[in-house]
Every structure is written in C-alpha cells, then in structure tokens.
C-alpha cells in the first residue's frame, strides 16, 4: 500500500521504517520537502522511502500517520490539506502533551472535527516507538487501544497493525474515547519515571 | 490493628468485611452514628466492627480508609476532624469522578494540603472493589499503584494490602503521582464499556 507518513520525529521514523519493511511505498512528509530527518530516514530504506512536504505526503497515501508532535499536529495537518486526506484514513498516534484533561476536547477528537471527510482513527499512543512497531519486544502480550468513528477503517487498521506484531487490540469505541487514551499519559509517564525504562506497556487482565 | 473506614457505599463496606476478615478491629465512619447501611454491614461482621460518626471512626482507627465519594471525601475527612486524623495514615481509595484532568490536582493531593500532619497514601482506585479485596479473582497478577510523600507509611499500605492478596505493588512516587492513577479513570470506564464487565485490571507488562 502507499502510505504517507506526516512526521520526521523519533515516532515518524520508526513506523516509517516498519512500513517499509513490511513492503509498502512510504512517503514521510514535514514542512519543507527537503527536511534533513527525512532525507537521511530515506537513505536507509532504500527506493520505497521518499521524502515530501506534508500535502505531498498525504497526496501519496492511501492511508496516512499522523506522527507529527501533538502540539503541531493540526497545522500539519491542515499544511496536508483536507483535499488530500479526503476519505483517507487518518492513524492518529500523536498524544497533546498538554494539561488539557479528561473533559476537555482529546487531539483525535479535534483533528477529526476540522476533518470531517476524514476518518481517523486513534491508535499507537499509549507506548514507547519501538513497542509500536514490535510489540513482541516484551516478554508477554500487552493491549493497544483503538479509537474512531468508523468501523471498516478501524478493520483496515487492525489488519495493518496485526502485521506489526499486534495480538491484543482492544477497539474502545468512537472517536471520543481517545480521550481515554490520551489521558492515560500521566500515567504512562508516571510508570516511566518509577520502571526507568521506555520498554513497557499494560495488559488489560481480564 | 484498629482501623476506621470512612464511607458506607460498596467500596466502604467491601473494605471493611475484608479488613474484619483478617482479623482486624474496624469501626465505619459517616454522616451520622445511625446510618442504615453501616448499621446493616456491621450485623453481617459480628463484634468486630461498629459504627460511629466520622469522627468516631477517625478517633478509633490506628489508620483510616477514605471510602467516601470523591466529591465529598473532603467534607467527610474535615467532619472526621484533623486532630483524629493527626500523625495517622490515611489510605485514600476515592476518585473525583469530574473532568479535572491531569493539569489538576489530585484528590489525594488535595487530601494531604488539607491534613498536613496527615499521611496520604492514594491507593487501590484504579479497580472495582471486589479486585481491591481479592485480586486473585483475575486468572493472573496484575498492577496496584501506589502514591505517598511517606516512605513508611507506603511501607504499612503495602503489608497490609499485601495480606489482600496484592503481589505486583507499584510505587510511583509522591502524591502528587496521584494524578496519574486519577488521570486514568476515562480509560477504566471505557475499558469497562468495551468489557461489559467491572472484572478487569491493567497489568504493567516490562
């Protein structure tokens, strides 16, 4: 599949990277067609990896990754332009790294208000980069929570998913409940400091 | 041990049989000395458990549960009066249940702002009560966080919900970490919508 990738972060190259190696045509977008953490990411994949600006990204995707910092993701977003993303989906992995809590309006929520012809589709924002993409990482299964309005495009995600090694796919319901995962954050953070390690995820015990 | 535990709902009542059933003294703290519901559960334990005012039961307890609402632990906590409560461990199991978010402070931080010469420790709010009681209930280990500015009475908080049957005890650090496990009530309550059932944990998986 052709997938845009809109991000050069840490995040960005990672999912990028995975894609790739899992045989898809990737486009990474930033701001300026020529950011240097794109060019050097696409040296290292070799021809499946290009580089764009970020409406040039989310033209090239069927599907596109929000990867961008959650701060900036709906300017980068709206740099992609809604002509773009039109009917696309939209895998939201950003987290608002703000104090905006639990009643307030999440990211998914909002990038999916300004997108409305969009299908977003909250996921991946509840752990460290390199579980994203090898969940096998840790010694035993973990859960990754899904979010969105739309049900075919949390299947082609699934699906998507499943191949970076996901067994544990919770789907929490329409897009409002990405302010679930988003206001899990604290805690993750919170864990983080207490473990001293990124490698670490929960499992919902049931 | 002598323990008060204040609030008479489900979370109240589960606590306290727990704590008769293990042998400890346990007086039920609320509004008023007559109240049906902890009159009714202390018929069901025999002579180790009474009630009394929250200030009786603040006054009898070596150390004190808050099992009260969220929204009202402060009031009861200020009836149970600062003098009861001084130099005791208070264990506060509430959750504020409004959309303060993770910029707020905690319930278990304002606790401790109040009651200065109290020791907070805000544990066991991130499961249904039943899990409190009994996490063997579950078919494998799953996390309790812990939050406290005192060292040694997290130390006791341990011991005793260790003798719960509590092995994986999390500490994250102060209270102001009780945040983090606050923050992470709308992704308990959408689990539980998902799940269909209240018998869930989150597990750190590392």
Redesign the interface.
Same mark, same amino acid.
């Given at each position: 599949m052709k997938i845009g990738v809109l991000g050069t972060g840490m995040v960005g190259c990672t999912i990028a990277s995975k894609l790739v190696a899992l045989g898809h045509d990737v486009m990474m977008g930033s701001r300026t067609a020529d950011n240097v953490s794109a060019t050097s990411w696409a040296k290292t994949v070799g021809a499946r990896g290009t580089v764009g600006t970020f409406a040039d990204a989310a033209a090239f995707g069927e599907l596109v990754f929000n990867c961008t910092r959650g701060a900036n993701s709906l300017a980068a977003l709206s740099a992609a332009g809604a002509a773009n993303l039109e009917g696309k989906i939209v895998v939201d992995v950003a987290n608002a790294l703000?104090?905006?809590?639990?009643?307030?309006e999440s990211l998914g929520e909002q990038i999916q208000k300004a997108f409305p012809r969009t299908k977003v589709v909250k996921a991946l924002n509840t752990m460290n980069c390199e579980l994203m993409v090898s969940p096998s990482k $840790? +010694?035993?299964?973990?859960?990754l929570?899904i979010s969105g309005d739309d049900a075919e495009a949390k299947t082609r995600v699934r699906e998507l998913l499943r191949a970076f090694g996901w067994t544990d796919m919770?789907? $929490?319901?329409d897009i409002a409940?990405a =302010?679930?995962?988003e206001?899990?954050? +604290?805690?993750w953070?919170?864990?983080w400091?207490?473990?001293g390690?990124l490698?670490?995820?929960?499992?919902?015990? =049931?």
């Amino acid at each position: 599949m052709k997938i845009g990738v809109l991000g050069t972060g840490m995040v960005g190259c990672t999912i990028a990277s995975k894609l790739v190696a899992l045989g898809h045509d990737v486009m990474m977008g930033s701001r300026t067609a020529d950011n240097v953490s794109a060019t050097s990411w696409a040296k290292t994949v070799g021809a499946r990896g290009t580089v764009g600006t970020f409406a040039d990204a989310a033209a090239f995707g069927e599907l596109v990754f929000n990867c961008t910092r959650g701060a900036n993701s709906l300017a980068a977003l709206s740099a992609a332009g809604a002509a773009n993303l039109e009917g696309k989906i939209v895998v939201d992995v950003a987290n608002a790294l703000t104090s905006q809590g639990s009643g307030s309006e999440s990211l998914g929520e909002q990038i999916q208000k300004a997108f409305p012809r969009t299908k977003v589709v909250k996921a991946l924002n509840t752990m460290n980069c390199e579980l994203m993409v090898s969940p096998s990482k $840790l +010694p035993e299964s973990h859960t990754l929570f899904i979010s969105g309005d739309d049900a075919e495009a949390k299947t082609r995600v699934r699906e998507l998913l499943r191949a970076f090694g996901w067994t544990d796919m919770m789907d $929490l319901g329409d897009i409002a409940t990405a =302010r679930a995962t988003e206001g899990y954050l +604290p805690l993750w953070s919170s864990i983080w400091r207490q473990l001293g390690t990124l490698s670490f995820n929960i499992k919902v015990v =049931r």
